[in-house]
């Protein structure tokens, strides 16, 4: 199976739009939302395009392929008008691999949960794969809001590896296996 990562879209329009092409092309597969999905929070600019109900509504549409995590600018009223549920964090087997999904503001490289082998996570703004102790940790970016002069990013897990892409360009700009 096929997991698209996506992090951080805080109601950009423009990148939900990418993201929905981006699953169109994919086919079958499962889209893994890290939260930060409408509003774009206290400590940003406004994203690209920004239309929150415009994302929900995007999203919406792909409601039976999504897992999603809340994240810290995720609301009550964010939950209410989408139609799918969000976790905490989520954690799945993949290629006999423990994976927590989560969205980083707990659990980061700073703070790793046990019994997990790859914890994959939003938040930062910032994508990166490294592997810390025996846990691989990799942030999947932002898709719409990056810092520290990374890229608008997103992950592809697929079979044993992952692939951090630029998400305009589909650019490869990291990868690891696992």
């Not at 980083?104 to 490294?130: A, C, M, S």
Request: glycine share 6%; net charge positive; charged share 25%.
């Amino acid at each position: 199976m096929k997991y698209l990562v996506f992090s951080d879209i805080h109601g950009s329009l423009f990148y939900a739009n990418k993201i929905k092409s981006i699953i169109q092309e994919a086919g079958k597969c499962k889209v893994v939302l890290l939260g930060d999905l409408y509003y774009h929070g206290p400590r940003n600019n406004l994203p690209q395009e920004y239309n929150p109900k415009e994302v929900c509504n995007i999203l919406n549409g792909f409601k039976d392929k999504i897992l999603c995590c809340k994240g810290n600018c995720d609301a009550e009223v964010d939950e209410m008008i989408s139609s799918f549920k969000f976790k905490k964090h989520i954690k799945l087997k993949i290629s006999n691999k423990r994976f927590m999904f989560t969205h980083g503001h707990k659990y980061n490289k700073d703070n790793i949960p046990k019994n997990v082998d790859v914890l994959v996570y939003g938040h930062f703004h910032t994508g990166f794969i490294e592997k810390v102790g025996q846990t691989l940790c990799v942030n999947s970016g932002s898709v719409s809001l990056p810092k520290n002069n990374t890229e608008n990013s997103y992950l592809i897990i697929d079979h044993n590896t992952i692939l951090l892409k630029e998400i305009s360009t589909n650019r490869e700009l990291d990868r690891a296996t696992f």
